[in-house]
Every structure is written in structure tokens, then in C-alpha cells.
């Protein structure tokens, strides 16, 4: 079991800025985790996942503004989101798979066992 608990969210103005953090009870090395969001009246989406660093996997529409990263030394995952805008309004979740398992699909939901509570992301224009 992996507890995964999101920081950083908070309301800024269109081309603000905001770091996610994801802090984990175990691991976070050799495991695909991601960000997914949900925006106000929609479903669910992938945002963005990393296996390592130069295996990561984004959204097109946060390609260029949206970076991730992990600090395995601290079991936490980040989120660095750059000028954003409101249709990035919505709440936040961390998800990680399995340790060692390789995703087909690494923005799909259902590839995931472990997720947060999230964090909600407002931006206004």
C-alpha cells in the first residue's frame, strides 16, 4: 500500500505559476508515477508521468509549459506548472503503478493502483 499525499495547489492568475509536490510512503524509484486532474464538470485526464528522468510522458495541451520530476531520495514527486491558464483549473491528483511495471499507456488512469486525495489548482483570467 502507498499513501500519497499532494501539496502546492492554490488560486493564481493566468500566466502564474505553481509547484505540485507528492510525497510517498514508499519508493517512488523504479515505478511510473503521474499527475492526472480533473476539471470542473469533466472527467478525469492524464496530465503527465515519469518512469525516469528522460522517460516522461505529458499531455499536448501542458507540452511546453508543464515539467515533472522526482527527488527519490525523498519519495516525492513534483509537478512544475508555468504560465498557466484556465482551462488548467481543477483538482490535482498524484497517482503510482506497480514498482517495476512497464506502462503502455502512462497518462491512462487505469494503469495506476496507488492515488491522492488531490489538490485543487485555480487560475483566472
Known amino acids: 500500500l502507498v499513501q500519497l499525499v499532494e501539496s502546492g495547489g492554490g488560486s493564481v492568475q493566468a500566466g502564474g505559476s505553481l509547484r505540485l509536490s507528492c510525497a510517498a510512503s514508499?519508493?517512488?524509484?523504479?515505478?511510473?508515477m503521474g499527475w492526472f486532474r480533473r476539471p470542473p464538470g469533466k472527467e478525469r485526464e492524464g496530465v503527465a508521468a515519469?518512469?525516469?528522468?528522460?522517460?516522461?510522458t505529458f499531455a499536448d495541451s501542458v507540452k511546453g509549459r508543464f515539467s515533472i520530476s522526482k527527488d527519490n531520495a525523498k519519495n516525492t514527486l513534483y509537478l512544475q506548472m508555468n504560465n498557466l491558464q484556465p482551462d488548467d483549473t481543477g483538482v490535482y491528483y498524484c497517482?503510482?503503478?506497480?514498482?517495476?511495471?512497464?506502462?503502455?499507456?502512462?497518462?491512462?488512469?487505469?494503469?495506476?493502483?496507488?492515488w491522492g486525495q488531490g489538490t485543487q489548482v485555480t487560475v483566472s483570467s
Open positions: 514508499a519508493s517512488t524509484s523504479s515505478r511510473y
Open positions: 497517482a503510482a503503478a506497480t514498482p517495476g511495471t512497464k506502462l503502455i499507456l502512462p497518462t491512462r488512469e487505469s494503469e495506476y493502483s496507488y
Open positions: 515519469m518512469y525516469r528522468e528522460g522517460q516522461t
